[in-house]
């Protein structure tokens, strides 16, 4: 069965602090995709990134970078340099042959200032 | 280019009560999905349309309901309002949704409360 976990329920840094979202899935596909969403207090949920299983390339945009590990089942993430707007909740995503989203429960991620 | 909207806002409603939420997609986009977040709870998948046509629905009673129209806008229904139906209820649209590939895109969610 298809599962997305984030063991961190909160975390909390001061700004400037680097942190790691860590995010591990469980599926017995050998395609699916991969995605990570932001949830500000406003309610919307923001795409971030889309990752397929057959690319394990890291990637980077600005202060986000995103570690995919197979061998592992996990997606992490990682904010740089973090600041005060960085404060919402993050979601990690699973989609496979099924076609629908698994989600994990979120992170909630607090940037003190 | 205007995104994922919803509405109403807010919508207030008593037990017993039905209430009625719309989405309108992004230009272009076939699917349409719902889900309900509830407090302290993460997202729970509801309903799934495409091309007018019910894809798939979550672990919900019956009087969660729902429809696709001809432009692909979509309207969730609860029916007998219950006071754990309190939720954010999260409307998402994608291109037809045929590979697992397809992003959904969010809009801001219409909040319900049941009193």
């Known amino acids: 069965a298809q599962k997305v976990t984030q063991a961190q329920t909160e975390i909390s840094v001061v700004e400037k602090e680097d942190v790691t979202l860590d995010c591990v899935y469980e599926t017995r596909d050998t395609t699916y995709y991969l995605f990570w969403y932001k949830q500000p207090p406003s309610g919307e949920l923001v795409f971030l990134i889309r990752r397929n299983s057959f690319d394990e390339q890291n990637e980077i945009s600005g202060r986000y970078s995103w570690n995919f590990q197979k061998s592992t089942s996990s997606f992490n993430f990682t904010i740089t340099a973090s600041q005060v707007v960085d404060s919402a909740v993050y979601f990690c995503?699973?989609?496979?042959?099924?076609?629908?989203?698994?989600w994990g429960a979120g992170t909630k991620l607090i940037i003190k200032p | 280019e205007a995104g994922v909207t919803q509405s109403p806002t807010h919508l207030i409603k008593t037990r017993g009560q039905q209430a009625t939420l719309r989405c309108s997609p992004i230009s272009g986009h076939t699917s349409v999905y719902w889900y309900q977040q509830a407090l302290g709870l993460g997202l729970q998948f509801l309903l799934w349309?495409?091309?007018?046509?019910?894809?798939n629905r979550g672990n919900f009673p019956p009087r969660f309901s729902g429809r696709q129209f001809p432009n692909y806008s979509s309207e969730l229904n609860v029916n007998a309002l219950e006071l754990e139906d309190s939720a954010l209820y999260l409307c998402?649209?994608?291109?037809?949704?045929?590979?697992?590939?397809?992003?959904?895109?969010f809009g801001a969610g219409t909040r319900l409360s049941v009193l």
């Open positions: 349309y495409d091309e007018g046509e019910e894809r």
């Open positions: 995503a699973l989609k496979d042959s099924n076609y629908q989203l698994i």
């Open positions: 998402a649209s994608s291109l037809g949704d045929s590979l697992a590939k397809k992003i959904q895109y």
